[in-house]
């Protein structure tokens, strides 16, 4: 990792689902099982992982727009019994542990925005003994969901780190606008839940492919 006195940012924040965590696949299986229980038309695969990241309440409008604001709870607990059913499973992607060390002993600032809530994130940290790895996380239960830029904003004024020293690292559209909304960078991933296409569109300062790739973009950019 880069030297401090020729370092660009100071603050690395990580969206969790998709870009830390290798979720993607288990989050839009349940939100596809979640609407066929409730008998919604069952979206196809990259309109269920489109909706990754946002708020509950919003991806649910999103994935079954003609269900009745009434029947949201019926679709959420039905969403939240498929998904914890395989929570345990869900790994860390290969190197993203490794890439997390890298960056803390460089001593960068990490912290996490995320559209789970917060027993979710905490369920996650403790799972994958990175609870005390973050100098903050936020979550969608706090304040405004993605693509609002109010989690992000909070952590950078929490942290002491301006806008122009913090970078967002996500896998979704929604992070890559709630990072220009808070007037910070954003880097892509392409290996979480929106394909390349959408990422690029949105003119992050790189589009990464792959964990190692990320890791050495950190290294000769960060």
């Given at each position: 990792?880069?030297?401090?006195?020729?370092?660009?940012?100071?603050?690395v924040?990580?969206?969790?689902?998709?870009?830390?965590?290798?979720?993607?696949?288990?989050?839009?299986g349940?939100?596809?099982?979640?609407?066929?229980d409730v008998?919604e038309?069952?979206?196809?695969?990259?309109?269920?992982?489109?909706?990754i990241?946002?708020?509950?309440?919003?991806?649910?409008a999103?994935?079954?727009p003609?269900?009745?604001?009434?029947?949201?709870?019926?679709?959420a607990l039905?969403y939240?019994?498929h998904?914890?059913?395989r929570d345990?499973?869900?790994?860390?992607?290969?190197?993203?542990?490794e890439?997390l060390?890298?960056l803390?002993?460089?001593?960068?600032?990490?912290?996490?925005v995320?559209?789970?809530?917060?027993?979710?994130?905490d369920?996650?940290?403790?799972?994958?003994?990175?609870?005390?790895?973050?100098?903050?996380?936020?979550?969608s239960?706090?304040?405004?969901?993605?693509p609002h830029?109010?989690?992000?904003?909070?952590?950078m004024?929490a942290?002491?780190?301006s806008p122009?020293?913090?970078?967002?690292?996500?896998?979704?559209t929604h992070?890559l606008e709630?990072?220009?909304a808070?007037?910070?960078?954003?880097?892509?991933?392409?290996?979480?839940?929106?394909?390349?296409e959408?990422?690029?569109?949105?003119a992050?300062?790189a589009?990464?492919?792959?964990?190692?790739e990320l890791?050495g973009?950190?290294?000769?950019?960060?």
């Amino acid at each position: 990792m880069r030297e401090p006195a020729a370092r660009r940012f100071d603050l690395v924040v990580f969206d969790w689902d998709g870009t830390l965590a290798d979720s993607t696949a288990i989050i839009a299986g349940a939100i596809q099982a979640a609407c066929r229980d409730v008998g919604e038309p069952v979206p196809d695969d990259v309109a269920a992982r489109y909706v990754i990241g946002l708020g509950l309440r919003d991806a649910l409008a999103h994935v079954a727009p003609e269900l009745a604001p009434s029947r949201y709870p019926d679709l959420a607990l039905r969403y939240r019994e498929h998904y914890l059913a395989r929570d345990p499973q869900i790994p860390l992607f290969d190197g993203a542990r490794e890439l997390l060390a890298d960056l803390r002993g460089a001593g960068y600032r990490l912290a996490v925005v995320t559209g789970k809530t917060r027993i979710g994130l905490d369920r996650s940290l403790a799972a994958q003994a990175l609870a005390e790895w973050f100098d903050a996380t936020r979550c969608s239960d706090e304040g405004a969901p993605k693509p609002h830029p109010e989690m992000l904003l909070f952590l950078m004024d929490a942290l002491g780190v301006s806008p122009h020293r913090t970078l967002m690292i996500g896998d979704t559209t929604h992070d890559l606008e709630l990072a220009r909304a808070a007037g910070a960078q954003a880097l892509a991933v392409t290996y979480g839940a929106h394909p390349h296409e959408g990422l690029a569109r949105a003119a992050p300062l790189a589009v990464v492919h792959s964990v190692p790739e990320l890791r050495g973009w950190l290294r000769e950019h960060g």
